[in-house]
């Protein structure tokens, strides 16, 4: 029912920038809670960031103070904002998009709807 589709990943030097960005189908986006979240292999899906409906913001302790998630409504599109970049954060990314009021943003059973993934790829 909802379409989401991430663009915007790349490779990058160690200290370098990335802006990611997801757009979501649907006439009532607005009212979506959208998350980020990554997977790096060998490990599993981790959170990463959440954006509510109402504009509040959640982030993972390993990215905060680096990444900023934000939103357009206008543009039915989420951003991710990565800055200060580390190998570590070597991952696909997902945008999630979760059609419910929800609780549980950094537990990827709250949402609905899930991109394709988008690489980034961050050198040493």
């Known amino acids: 029912q909802v379409q989401v589709v991430e663009s915007g990943g790349g490779l990058v030097q160690a200290g370098g920038s990335l802006r990611l960005s997801c757009a979501a189908s649907?006439?009532?986006?607005?009212?979506?809670?959208m998350g980020w979240f990554r997977q790096a292999p060998g490990k599993e899906r981790e959170f990463v960031a959440v954006?509510?409906?109402?504009?509040?913001?959640y982030y993972a302790d390993s990215v905060k103070g680096r990444f900023t998630i934000s939103r357009d409504n206008g543009k039915n599109t989420v951003y991710l904002q990565m800055n200060s970049l580390k190998p570590e954060d070597t991952a696909v990314y997902y945008c999630a998009c979760a059609v419910r009021p929800f609780t549980r943003t950094t537990n990827s059973g709250a949402y609905d709807y899930w991109g394709q993934g988008t690489q980034v790829t961050v050198g040493s």
């Open positions: 954006i509510r409906s109402g504009g509040t913001t």
């Open positions: 649907g006439r009532t986006f607005s009212s979506y809670g």
